[in-house]
């Protein structure tokens, strides 16, 4: 796998004062937020009055702000999941929840070598890329131009420029994969069963394909193509629901916004080549015949919490 460009610097987290540049949120005392990125000499406007953007520059974060119309404005730099949530479209971006989930349960570490296929707009990428760090690489392949070039825009929007440690590959990834040894595989498309294959002989042993999709047809589509594929070890398949709550002093209850269902996720070990995963027995489904249990291998429960 392409390794980062030898001498190139991981762009710096932005910290400190506010500096040209910079993009910031100002918050009013409603909640409403609008992003602005800071030029010497502008002006914020709104209708509650104005910001000049040389009070801003130079400031910490955190710091409040009136404008000509007496509204106080909280400043803040965006979060990677503010910047998500408000980045540009082509394809519908993966929400935080479901990339902190892809993060972690893929277990993207420091310096892994991780494949994302298709790169949509952008938003998983910025995820991985941040998570893979200075030493990591992530392979992006993208089947459609102009989503491509969106992502792009966006990734390097985020980062502040061309990100050392990021390729961008316009194609299918069962027809233009060239990475091998890899250590993730993460499928963000419609039909990712039908790079199963290709995956398999990317992925080092050990390692991890992760799914993510829409429906539950693909969702059983998919691990059953990696259940026959031979290469992989049982899958483990889940969702995860994202509910806030409003807390005033006694008054704690849930919100009535709730990110409920946005994707299912499935992933799945590489098995060394020529082994075969062991075979357990399973209960028969509900109303078999006495005697019909099936011998498949067992779906893995998720880790016990450590005490």
């Not at 602005?36 to 104005?50: D, E, I, N, R």
């Not at 929400?95 to 998983?124: N, W």
């Not at 250590?183 to 039908?194: F, G, I, K, N």
């Not at 006694?250 to 082994?275: I, K, N, Q, S, Y």
Request: hydrophobic residues 40%; charged residues 20%.
């Amino acid at each position: 796998m392409t390794e980062p460009t030898a001498g190139s610097a991981m762009p710096a987290a932005p910290h400190g004062p506010f500096r040209p540049g910079d993009r910031v949120q100002l918050t009013d005392p409603k909640g409403r937020v609008n992003t602005v990125t800071l030029q010497p000499g502008k002006l914020y406007h709104s209708h509650k009055g104005a910001i000049p953007h040389d009070e801003i520059i130079g400031s910490p974060e955190g710091s409040v702000f009136r404008s000509t119309g007496g509204t106080e404005y909280l400043a803040f730099r965006p979060l990677l999941a503010d910047y998500a949530l408000r980045m540009p479209r082509g394809a519908a971006v993966v929400y935080p929840k479901d990339a902190a989930q892809i993060v972690t349960m893929a277990d993207i570490f420091p310096g892994a070598r991780v494949v994302e296929a298709g790169a949509g707009s952008g938003a998983l990428t910025c995820w991985l890329l941040r998570a893979v760090g200075e030493h990591g690489m992530v392979s992006s392949y993208e089947r459609r131009e102009d989503f491509a070039g969106i992502a792009r825009t966006n990734v390097e929007t985020y980062f502040g420029g061309p990100h050392p440690a990021w390729r961008l590959t316009v194609g299918s990834l069962e027809d233009a994969l060239t990475d091998t040894d890899v250590d993730r595989v993460v499928l963000d498309m419609l039909a990712p069963w039908e790079c199963v294959d290709a995956v398999a002989k990317a992925l080092v042993p050990g390692g991890l394909v992760c799914a993510y999709v829409a429906t539950t047809t693909q969702l059983s589509r998919v691990v059953e193509t990696l259940r026959e594929h031979g290469a992989f070890a049982e899958p483990y398949a889940f969702e995860t629901l994202l509910r806030s709550w409003h807390v005033e002093g006694l008054a704690v209850r849930p919100d009535h916004r709730m990110v409920g269902h946005t994707g299912f996720l499935a992933t799945a070990r590489r098995l060394a080549d020529g082994v075969r995963p062991p075979v357990r027995r399973r209960r028969p489904a509900k109303g078999a015949q006495a005697g019909e249990a099936t011998e498949t291998p067992e779906t893995p429960e998720p880790p016990a919490p450590l005490d």
